[in-house]
T-cell receptor, first 113, second 114 residues
């Protein structure tokens, strides 16, 4: 089954404790991205990657890092999480940049206390 | 800055009726628009898209209408079913979004009454 998977689905952590949210797709997509979803603000892009070893900032990159060492994986790293990063996070992928039909993962709900 | 917005945050309809979800966009240079459906606890799912050179596009039970004169986008769902209950997002691709691809609106919640 073609899909985007994320882990963990739920995470509660404390300020300053480094964490990684994994994302993996099995569709051989070149383009991957991370979004956060907050009430009243919709989906905002954090980082995106056009291909292996090619990443760039989205609208709200502060406090986040990403890497793209393999085509299928695109982890999101929070080196020092803060309460304002409490949010619902989605990973998405598409065949390539310019292909606007994005496939989204199920989401990761992160709470930082 | 320019962004995609929605008129109605919540829409309640009777099962079997038609639903219309509206979206206003402000960037007249956007040439692609897309609707996503997000069910509770799930990620957004593609519904239908339309390019700026079209006024209307139909899918299975869904129709998207684009009015470029007033920068308005709508999603029509025919014979609304309980399974249509979800949050619906519109999105556009402003020209400055080189890598961002899409700018999403805030979403409209559709509630279907049995």
């Amino acid at each position: 089954e073609a899909q985007v998977t994320q882990n963990p689905r739920y995470l509660i952590t404390v300020t300053g404790k480094k964490l990684t949210v994994t994302c993996s797709q099995n569709m051989n997509h070149e383009y991957m991205s991370w979004y956060r979803q907050d009430p009243g603000l919709g989906l905002r892009q954090i980082y995106y990657s056009m291909n292996v070893e090619v990443t760039d900032k989205g609208d709200v990159p502060e406090g986040y890092k990403v890497s793209r060492k393999e085509k299928r994986n695109f982890p999101l790293i929070l080196e020092s999480p803060s309460p304002n990063q409490t949010s619902l996070y989605f990973c998405a992928s598409s065949f390539r940049q310019g292909d606007y039909e994005q496939y989204f993962g199920p989401g990761t709900r992160l709470t930082v206390t | 800055g320019e962004s995609v917005g929605l008129h109605l945050p919540t829409l309640s309809v009777q099962e079997g009726d038609n639903s219309i979800i509206n979206c206003a966009y402000s960037n007249s240079a956007s040439d692609y628009f897309i609707w996503y459906k997000q069910e509770s606890g799930k990620g957004p799912q593609f519904i239908i898209d339309i390019r700026s050179n079209m006024d209307k596009r139909q899918g299975q039970r869904v129709t998207v209408l684009l009015n470029k004169t007033v920068k308005h986008l709508s999603l029509q769902i025919a014979a609304t079913q309980p399974g249509d209950s979800a949050v619906y997002f519109c999105a556009e691709n402003p020209p400055h979004n080189a890598g961002n691809m899409l700018t999403f609106g805030g979403g409209t919640r559709l509630m279907v009454k049995p």
